[in-house]
């Protein structure tokens, strides 16, 4: 027996549910945004050719044939040729030495026809990346991810040579997007050095509260549920379940993760770690995979490279 | 009226406010804790002494007469006659040029006898802090504000020669107290460069969920109320008040902020960012100020210092 005011506030109770389910968030474009910055840099480029006779030049060096590190080394060729740059790769067996790996990164650096270069990772195991990302110059170091490009991201009141891809892409997003970022709270879920660590440190660079999410936190989903802005980038399909966002959050799903599927052409597609179908219900805005932040990550990679050789051409 | 059932819930809620409330939380006496760590180093040093005839020897580049800097400096030589270090100290006026305080520095880098350098901070204005920070060899960055400590700091695999001294006996108090930090909820209050952010990212590295709250952030006292383990670092007197705080939580009080007060002294006393009247009653820990977290981080100057001199003289 329900009595005639609690009836009410059940009522309201449920309309609040409903308003709070919108099965319309904004679908965050990344493939378009990342085509229209392409194109405005191949205008770049164009100028820069016919004024200084140079164009970007951008290296990657590849150990060892991961299908992973193929595909995306291939997209970042595509992409090269698609605005205009020089590409160069030097690819070197999975056996090759750290020593090795060093030669192939001093060449580059000394080549005045390479601008930016990137080693391709993950490395095999036995490499110490740090030491071999620390051989790189800093001022080809389009990736972001020297120590002191990290260290400048990380201290206020410095500007770091070039901020890592995907990061970028990230806040690129959210800004075309026109979000709100200022004091709003945003939780990224990973830390790796490579997505999670960066794209908190720019977070906070446009003064989000941000907090990280990783493996050892208790109650992600909770923590979760408080961000204005979800970046998840955990590397796990579909862990971020509709019942872990606030609603009318704006969510980035960095996840690039490959699951068996007989109905499609090889056998696999590719899902994020945001459970999609759930969170374009409770979402603002979301991106999708594929599609949403990683075109952008290789948009940024050539807007770096862009800048980089800018900077060493003196062109304005 | 109140029906029998809703009287006892009240009675309920009544008995879980007053068990929130406690009035005895555990005061974490860092006094203590770095005279103990004192204690140890002076241990090493006559050590180091005997046996290769050397001691560790620090130096600090004080530029004008801040009345806070002195007060600072003054206790650093303090604690290194207590522990038997060799002391410098290069003291430059306020309108002295960066040239000036880099040579003094270099002087420092140079000087066998010199293990551990810094420079007090704040600067004055005119001074790019960062540009004289990074003339300080790594080896001798004992206040690890060098743009590579705090990169490698960042980056999860690397590590750092030395972590800030605040960060450090911030989370040496927590593990001496036997705090839980793995998986916990942790909230930073305050991203400055010497407090906050080495902090934030010392505390991921113990695997907590951090959060950093600072001046852009909405609702810092929902935020604070999350914590686990709350670090207040803002600079602001009685900022944090019982109601930022979760019963039973760990409060660090950075904040060492001079109040007028004519019955003391000098005309005035020290106090914290946390009330500290209030978060005995709401906490289940608290360091005092003074008292708390200060001595920690001079005792935890000396313990980077006897590092970067066993570093220096191959003494195991």
Chains 1, 2 share one sequence.
């Not at 965050?28 to 016919?50: F, L, P, Q, T």
Request: proline share 5%; charged share 20%.
């Amino acid at each position: 027996m329900i009595e005639p005011k609690r009836k009410q506030r059940k009522i309201l109770l449920l309309v609040n549910l409903f308003s709070a389910v919108n099965d319309n968030a904004r679908i965050i474009d990344g493939r378009s945004a990342a085509e229209e910055i392409k194109s405005s840099i191949a205008i770049e480029v164009s100028r820069m050719k016919e004024s200084i006779g140079n164009v970007p030049g951008l290296a990657v060096i590849l150990v060892g044939r991961g299908q992973d590190s193929l595909a995306y080394v291939r997209n970042k060729i595509m992409a090269c040729h698609e605005v205009g740059f020089k590409f160069s790769i030097a690819e070197l067996p999975e056996n090759c030495t750290e020593e090795e790996v060093c030669d192939a990164l001093s060449n580059y650096n000394k080549d005045a026809s390479i601008h930016g270069i990137l080693v391709q990772l993950p490395l095999p195991q036995h490499f110490d990346a740090g030491k071999i990302l620390n051989v790189l110059s800093l001022e080809k170091d389009v990736d972001g991810f020297h120590t002191l490009n990290i260290g400048n991201l990380a201290i206020q009141g410095r500007e770091p040579l070039f901020i890592p891809c995907t990061a970028k892409g990230c806040i690129e997003l959210l800004l075309r997007s026109d979000v709100e970022i200022v004091g709003k709270r945003a939780v990224v879920i990973g830390r790796s050095n490579i997505v999670g660590l960066p794209t908190f440190l720019l977070l906070q660079r446009h003064h989000a509260t941000v907090s990280i999410v990783h493996a050892y936190s208790e109650n992600p989903e909770i923590i979760a549920r408080e961000a204005d802005i979800l970046v998840a980038a955990a590397g796990v399909p579909n862990l971020v379940r509709g019942s872990w966002l606030k609603p009318g959050a704006v969510v980035l799903d960095v996840g690039i993760n490959p699951i068996e599927d007989p109905e499609s052409e090889h056998g696999y597609r590719l899902i994020g770690d945001v459970c999609f179908k759930e969170a374009v219900r409770i979402a603002s805005a979301v991106t999708p995979v594929p599609g949403g932040v990683g075109p952008m990550t290789v948009a940024m990679l050539l807007l770096n490279t862009l800048e980089a050789a800018k900077r060493a051409l003196h062109f304005p």
